[in-house]
């Protein structure tokens, strides 16, 4: 988080003093619109301008992300021409002169492998072509080089020098945290295999044994569970998608619950209260499905009588709530804080931990799981579900295969 903020920082530098620059530029009596002097005028255009060229760059320094953003790019610096580059070749130009292409490319060598900006006179045969000087800032990310942003203008110029080097270090900023997206990304990806890993081989088996069992005294009873199991595991090992509906993952738990009580039989009773409403609310996939798993081991674990699950799902405004609760053997509350603190390994494998990580990465940390148990005394999961959250969208459905 502190890497965060400091990229933030630097960030707003660029920013302010490419508007104060460009406040002197472009300073005029007439009305500014009630947004005050020229100069607070020009560093609200300049931060406009930012806020339009940030989005493309988030998705890091490709070809698309560079021709959508030199445009925003080369109207922060008031210059000719603006090109955006890796370590090879030119992604994108906007402005005059693109006919210097193959000459910044030569030059740049140098640039790249220092990590430091330079200017330099530009060789052109064009007589009316107005752009004589390039102004070269290297685009550092993690000590590395990933290219260059080049301003062309008719002359030399020390403060775009020096407003080209702030701004290639806001779009630095920009670049570095699409890596940091990207990263999100790939850990998600990699809990979401390591919850897949830990659904139980044991459940598995035995659920194969029980569709065995009813395949020649009730093979309609065997068939109907053969699909119930096929609906589980096909939802369970999707590739598409870091998030679901409410609804798809109530019906992968229903899948599982079918299962569960085709082996168990009277012994396990299930109650489901849901809102109607609710059901549309986006959540991170496979988050609720190992909470039930958890309640279905402990509620059976140790006990001969019935175990009963409650699963219910309320509208709370700009929440959704889920709670989930078995009435089993329960658990010490320092081994369930050691649990999801990492400092011990739960047995049989189930993903407390792993859904109370995910749930405060997506959310925040206020939207961690709300764990209630104690020894005999069953247990309470509570998971809060913001219905709203940007960057959260459920995958599209998967077509039945």
């Not at 020894?375 to 998971?383: H, L, N, Q, S």
Request: proline share 5%; aromatic share 6%; charged share 25%.
């Amino acid at each position: 988080m502190s890497g965060f903020l400091a990229g933030l920082l630097v960030a707003a530098l660029p920013l302010l003093a490419a508007g104060f620059w460009l406040g002197r530029r472009t300073a005029r009596p007439e009305s500014l619109g009630g947004l005050g002097t020229p100069v607070e005028h020009a560093t609200f255009q300049t931060l406009h301008t930012a806020s339009l060229a940030a989005p493309a760059l988030r998705a890091g320094l490709t070809e698309d992300s560079a021709r959508k953003s030199a445009r925003r790019l080369r109207s922060l610096l008031g210059t000719d021409a603006l090109c955006l580059t890796d370590e090879k070749n030119v992604l994108a130009w906007d402005g005059v002169g693109a006919h210097h292409r193959a000459e910044i490319m030569e030059r740049l060598s140098g640039a790249l492998e220092t990590g430091r900006g330079e200017a330099f006179r530009l060789v052109c045969e064009v007589p009316d072509c107005p752009v004589r000087w390039a102004v070269v800032a290297p685009l550092t990310v993690d000590e590395r080089v990933h290219g260059a942003l080049v301003a062309c203008a008719p002359r030399e110029s020390a403060v775009l020098v020096r407003a080209a080097a702030e701004v290639a270090r806001w779009v630095a900023v920009q670049l570095e945290l699409a890596d940091l997206d990207d990263s999100r990304t790939r850990l998600i990806e990699a809990e979401i295999k390591v919850l897949r890993a830990q659904i139980s081989p044991h459940f598995i088996f035995n659920s194969l044994a029980v569709i065995a069992s009813f395949v020649r005294t009730d093979p309609e009873r065997a068939r109907e569970l053969l699909l119930e199991f096929a609906d589980f595991t096909r939802y369970s090992f999707r590739r598409r998608g870091d998030f679901t509906t409410l609804a798809d993952e109530l019906h992968a738990i229903d899948h599982y619950l079918a299962l569960v009580r085709a082996r168990f039989g009277d012994r396990l009773a299930v109650t489901l209260q849901i809102a109607p409403e609710v059901l549309p609310v986006t959540l991170p996939f496979l988050c609720l499905q190992p909470l039930v798993e958890n309640a279905v081991k402990h509620g059976l674990e140790g006990k001969s009588d019935k175990c009963h699950i409650r699963i219910t799902a309320q509208d709370t405004g700009a929440e959704a709530t889920v709670v989930i609760e078995d009435d089993g053997a329960g658990m010490d509350p320092d081994l369930l804080r050691r649990i999801l603190a990492g400092e011990v390994s739960p047995s049989g494998g189930i993903g407390l931990s792993n859904v109370d990580d995910r749930l405060r990465q997506v959310y925040g940390d206020d939207y961690g799981l709300v764990i209630e148990t104690a020894v005999g005394a069953g247990m309470k999961i509570t998971a809060r579900l913001p219905k709203y959250q940007p960057g959260v969208h459920p995958a599209a459905r998967l077509a039945p295969q």
